[in-house]
């Protein structure tokens, strides 16, 4: 595979979502040939599924179908997308992956972090991103920012403040664990300094600075 595996974590607020179509232009403008996407999503299955996930309706949801559905939507962004295009040669930018599994179903909602590595394994064929920026946000700030306008408040976001915590406090964990594969990035900043931050170190990676 020679394409370039670009993913996004970080918790609810932590703005990825705002800053990925500024880069990705930036990046196009530069030659490089870019797909973003993501997830939960990102296909035509994927997108029925996140409507499952993300619907206030469903809050009888039991937190395993929950973790089968994220998986469902991945193993079809993989496939469909993700792999295609990096066997195409392009570099990939996807808005969550796996890592968000451990994050907040594993770190989150406490679940068994061997069993959940192993479905990832299972739902990712062992595809592991080339490098993974973590947009790091205080919790309540983040919260603030995602109630006050960015986006469509869901299911999700509605989990109590401890969980929050855990996601972040998971994120550092993963990041102290693989600190070659992740670099984080202090997303308190104001967007534009997160921008330029964030351009400067896939330049890098990607050998174009
Ligand atoms: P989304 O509206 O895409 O928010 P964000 O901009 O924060 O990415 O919601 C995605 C939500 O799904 C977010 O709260 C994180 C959660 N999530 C998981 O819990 N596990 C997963 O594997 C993925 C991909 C997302």
Not at 153 to 165: A, G, K, Q
Request: aromatic share 8%; with cysteine; hydrophobic share 40%.
């Amino acid at each position: 595979m020679s394409g370039f595996f670009i993913t996004f974590e970080g918790p609810d607020g932590c703005g990825k979502t705002s800053q990925i179509p500024a880069l990705a232009e930036f990046l196009r403008a530069r030659g490089v040939n870019v797909l973003t996407t993501r997830e939960p999503g990102g296909t035509e299955i994927g997108d029925q599924v996140r409507r499952v996930i993300m619907d206030l309706r469903n809050k009888g949801m039991d937190a395993r179908t929950e973790i089968l559905l994220f998986q469902a939507s991945r193993v079809q962004i993989v496939e469909q997308v993700i792999r295609p295009a990096l066997h195409a040669g392009r570099v990939v930018i996807c808005d969550r992956y796996a890592d968000s599994t451990l994050a907040y179903q594993g770190y989150g909602h406490q679940t068994d972090m061997t069993f959940l590595r192993q479905l990832l394994h299972f739902a990712t064929g062992g595809l592991q991103p080339d490098l993974t920026l973590l947009l790091d946000v205080d919790v309540e700030e983040g919260l603030r920012r995602r109630q006050k306008g960015g986006g469509e408040w869901n299911r999700l976001d509605d989990y109590e403040v401890e969980f929050h915590h855990r996601v972040r406090a998971g994120y550092h964990q993963l990041v102290a664990e693989e600190p070659d594969r992740w670099v984080m990035v202090d997303a308190m900043q104001s967007r534009e300094a997160i921008q330029l931050e964030l351009r400067e170190i896939i330049l890098k990676r990607l050998s174009l600075d």
